[in-house]
């Protein structure tokens, strides 16, 4: 099965940046649908944003505009990139594929069959 390695979390201030990467240990153009998950302590899981094979690209209401999601299937790695951070993005980050044969993407967490072990972001103000 599929490894994943999320790295490039860490603490920032509020409206500074951070670039989170997500390797796979197999090709991820194998996986239709890949996406990023957070959750802050005494918090359920969250859907973030994912990105499809196909080029969809879909987002979390509270990130629209100020997070990208981005795949890079030639690296086998899959990318976040965070502007505009705010102390409420405070949370564990973890990469997630769903399974080869998904066809659908969307942000219910038991459709992803793979996760990572997740990335600390801590946005202070």
Known sequence: QV???????????AGGSLRLSCKA????????CLGWFRQAPGKEREGVAYATNGGT?????SVEGRFTVSRD?????LYLQMNS?????TAMYYCAAQSRS????????????YWG?????????
């Open 25 to 32: 240990s197999e090709y991820t153009s194998s996986y239709y």
């Open 85 to 89: 951070l705010k102390p409420e993005d």
């Open 102 to 113: 998904s066809i659908s993407c969307s942000f219910l967490v038991d459709s992803f069959a």
């Open 3 to 13: 490894q994943l390695v999320e790295s490039g979390g860490g603490s920032v201030e």
């Open 57 to 61: 690209l879909h987002y979390a209401n």
């Open 117 to 125: 072990q997740g990335t600390q972001v801590s946005v202070s103000s």
């Open 73 to 77: 299937n030639a690296e086998n790695t």
